[in-house]
C-alpha cells in the first residue's frame, strides 16, 4: 500500500448522546463560574472563544463497554485534547489527582 492510498475501514463505535457535553461544560460553568479543564486547569480564557469548542472535550469516566449508560454530566470529565490522548494510554482513566500526580510529576 502507497502512502495516501485509501482504505476501506469498518468498526463499531459507542458514542454518548450528544446533548451531554453541552450539559457538562454548562454545568462546569454553574459550578466555577468560569470553564476551567479538571486534568490540566488550563482556562477557557486561555484560548481564543472561536476555539473553545475545538478545544475542549468531554470523555467518559467509565468505558462504555463497561457500563452501558452514562448518567449524567457527574459521569464525565472536561478535557483539553491532549489530556484527553493522555489519558487514554491508561485502560482505565484515572482520578484527577492520580492523573496530574503521573502528568506533573
Not at 76 to 99: G, Q, S, Y
Request: glycine content about 4%; hydrophobic content about 35%.
Amino acid at each position: 500500500m502507497s502512502e495516501g492510498e485509501k482504505k476501506l475501514l469498518q468498526h463499531f463505535k459507542r458514542e454518548r448522546r450528544p446533548q451531554l457535553r453541552d450539559m457538562k461544560l454548562k454545568s462546569v460553568m454553574r459550578e466555577l463560574g468560569f470553564l476551567q479543564l479538571e486534568y490540566c486547569g488550563t482556562a477557557a480564557e486561555a484560548h481564543p472563544p472561536e476555539y473553545r469548542k475545538s478545544v475542549f472535550e468531554v470523555d467518559n469516566r467509565r468505558l462504555l463497554s463497561e457500563a452501558s449508560t452514562i448518567n449524567g454530566v457527574d459521569d464525565l470529565a472536561f478535557l483539553c485534547a491532549n489530556c484527553h490522548r493522555t489519558i487514554h494510554v491508561d485502560a482505565e482513566m484515572p482520578a484527577v489527582d492520580v492523573f496530574c500526580r503521573k502528568l506533573h510529576g
